[in-house]
């Protein structure tokens, strides 16, 4: 199988920030951080990031410093964490989800909280990914309130990127769900499934599941072709890999040469599976059927597997 590159970076990759991981346990310099004028804060309200420019089309991340920052930070149930540094330039993230309308909180014309995937492509990469690695740590520290072990209430540390628990003291991490995704082929056609999940009758992309425990991303790769679609896969060619927090995701993606062409769907993961041709995925709108996102990595997949 001839290695296909990745044609450029994926969606939510590629951030700016240098994560500053030494910088987590010096409680002097976070207290410091937390209080400069010219710190930023990206906040986050239930799951959705601040921005600019949305209603124009032309989305950017919007992020608060000073007095406006202080004042989020100290609204009802507030939780931070650092995210690292921007140059020089500290940069947190603040989830306001506990109050109900947070737009009071914030300067005018700081913007509005948006869904992250509505606005992904068309808001710059390095934007992305930082709202992107906000989000997901936000959520994260949302479900972790309580120990995993024994139930009792966890405080955050490390600057907000490990919870513990005050009981037991286990340290709880942030948590990233390993998930193959990858397109299988056949020569000239690509395996392509639709599921009841997808936001259209017509959507047909990659077929994805989770790793399993003591699983390689390999074997997880063909079972979750054979589980849903039937076909036996062989070689497996890695391309590249994209951060999906909606809500706690690694995708990484491959390719996948099939051995069998006969579909035996699993009515439980797909309503349809068919092979479709390079010149039918070029020209998909005249055959009755569309891609996934462009921000996704599913697309990434196809595209350059068409261009190969």
Known sequence: MTPIAASRPNIYTGSPLDRAVEKREDAAWIAAALDHAETLFAPVWRSRNLMRGVAEGRPEAAFVAGEAAALLRRSAAASWALLGLLGRQPVFAVDVSAVEDPLPLLPPGAGAFTDLRAVAGLLAGPEAAMLAH??????????HRFCGACGAVCEARSAGNVMQCTACHSSHFPRTDPAVIMLVHNGDAALLGHSSRFPTTTLYSTLAGF???GESLEEAVAREVHEEAGVQVGRVQYHSSQPW???ASIMLGFYAEALSEEITIDGNEL????WFTRAQIRDHHAHGFNLPRRDSIARRLIEDWVAA
């Open 134 to 143: 906000a989000r997901g740590l936000m959520h994260w520290r949302s479900r």
């Open 211 to 213: 790793v399993e425990p």
């Open 245 to 247: 927090p909606f809500p």
């Open 271 to 274: 309503q349809d599976a068919r």
